[in-house]
Nanobody, 121 residues
Framework: DVQLQASGGGLVQTGGSLRLSCASSGFSLDDYQFGWFRQAPGKEREQISCVSIDGFTSYADSVKGRFTISSDKAEDTVYLQMNGLKPEDTAVYYC???????????????WGQGTQVTVSS
């Protein structure tokens, strides 16, 4: 079974950093793409980053230059390093995966549970 376990959220001050982890099992990172999504209170869930099987990474404009997605195939884990956090980054963050479909933006198949990130002003 495909399983994802997200962790690393917490409370941080404006300008601070957090690293989210998405531990995976039941499949190979050689074949699956990953995305990070977030949902702020009262807003729709949005995709903010993704990494494809060839290491290609992409970011939403709102996080570009501040967040970095990476994958560690040896650990079967995908990370989201978040620097320069802002209050508007406050949300529940989710990792998701799907079998490789080319462009890593769009709908995903398997989801981890969310992890809360709160940025205080």
């Amino acid at each position: 079974d495909v399983q994802l376990q997200a962790s690393g959220g917490g409370l941080v001050q404006t300008g601070g950093s957090l690293r989210l982890s998405c531990a995976s099992s039941g499949f190979s990172l050689d074949d699956y793409q990953f995305g990070w999504f977030r949902q702020a209170p009262g807003k729709e869930r949005e995709q903010i980053s993704c990494v494809s099987i060839d290491g290609f990474t992409s970011y939403a404009d709102s996080v570009k230059g501040r967040f970095t997605i990476s994958s560690d195939k040896a650990e079967d884990t995908v990370y989201l390093q978040m620097n320069g956090l802002k209050p508007e980054d406050t949300a529940v963050y989710y990792c998701a995966t799907r079998f490789y479909l080319g462009n890593c933006w769009g709908a995903y198949t398997y989801w981890g549970q969310g992890t809360q990130v709160t940025v205080s002003s």
